[in-house]
């Protein structure tokens, strides 16, 4: 019988020289990163899709306010908490470009966000972990490679009964720590620094009113990735299809001949959607999709959403073309019927723009190996808050949290990762300010002369 793992939410432990964390600044930033983040999982700031104000739930606010006042408390000036519930804040620098570090607040509508209760297995000891507040919840390290790896970390898992909110929450304590870290230690030379704290990320409107102006950094790195060392620098490209059947309804009883159920032809489109290829249970990798995510309707008139995705925006448009064949081939089949196909844009994967100055993401992976990781890549069958920015004018590349399984009662982080994460932002700042660095921003090359710390 492996004895159970030991908790417990203080108890102090070795830091010095401790194998554990990769450099010094690491082992330093662990206690203040931690505190923070079971300080932050426990403000509920689920977001709502369905919910048509911004931010989507006001309880979003609870925790940006709290951010705001924090880093207030921290010294720094110009905190703001702008009318759509960012936090914006600025680290005056001593050289180099400003450099943008952006986390989202709000957690996934997935699992309870509510009474979050998070428990610190301290010196994990590779057993099962069983959660107190729902015991047949279990982490597995048998079905859970990663967690495996952390024999000797000290992991963050809930109860079981809600989510962590690591995603973003991880992110959020891991820039709060980093920038606590470079106001107390005005010695160190680091680039100047904008803090951006976001809502509504995980309803897919997370940056629909940021002001890339009024933010002012000449590029940016959202915190919200999983495994150490990984960057991300690639997303989906995705867009949204609607189709809409205009049928005829008569009284079924005197239909005869009369009546174009849209309902079944709404049916008729689904069943010749591919089996076998381009749908999400059948591919992974690069390999893109069309997917039904929404089916509503009457005999009158019925509608069908669907998402495509491709990494390839060539494919995508071949994905968007077969539901447009298919919403022709229906209307061939029954010309009574009235079919409009809509498509609209959601994201476009970031890697198009950020390949224009490879420098941005070259840093990350810098930053990474200084902090005693080998950086990897791996294309995110997803999109992100960067994919946005990145489009619109703001190359916005994805680091690691430390944090895993997102969106579940079984998410959890080790807290020597997250302050890996903490110590490569340091890093990577650091490293902006670094003439040879400084003078590959394009930003820095073209119009700037300088720093301008704000
Ligand atoms: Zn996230």
Known sequence: M?????????????????SRYPTPIAAELADDVLDRFLRYVQVDTQSDDDSETYPSTAKQLDLTKMLADELRAIGLEDVELTEHGYVFATVPGTSGPTVGLIAHVDTSSDESGTNVRPQVVRDYDGSDIVLPGDPRKVLRPSENPILAERTGHDIVTTDGTTLLGADDKAGVAEIMGAVAYLAAHPEIEHAPIRVGFTVDEEVGRGVDHFDIEEFGADFAYTLDGSEIGRIDDETFS????RIRIEGHSVHPGTSKGKMVNAIKLAAWIVERLPQDDLSPETTEGRRGFVHPTRIAGTTAEAELRFIARDFDAGKLEE????????????ATEEPRAQVTVTVEESYRNMKEFLDAEPAVTEAADEAARRTGMEPWREPIRGGTDGAMLSARGLLTPNIFTGAHQFHSVLEWASVQDMATSAATIVELVKLWAEPEWATRSRSETHDRTAASPR
């Open 2 to 18: 492996p004895s159970p793992p030991r908790r417990s939410s203080t108890g102090a432990w070795p830091r010095l020289a401790d």
């Open 238 to 241: 995705a867009s949204e299809v």
């Open 319 to 330: 994905h968007e073309q077969l539901l447009r064949s298919l919403a022709d081939d229906l």
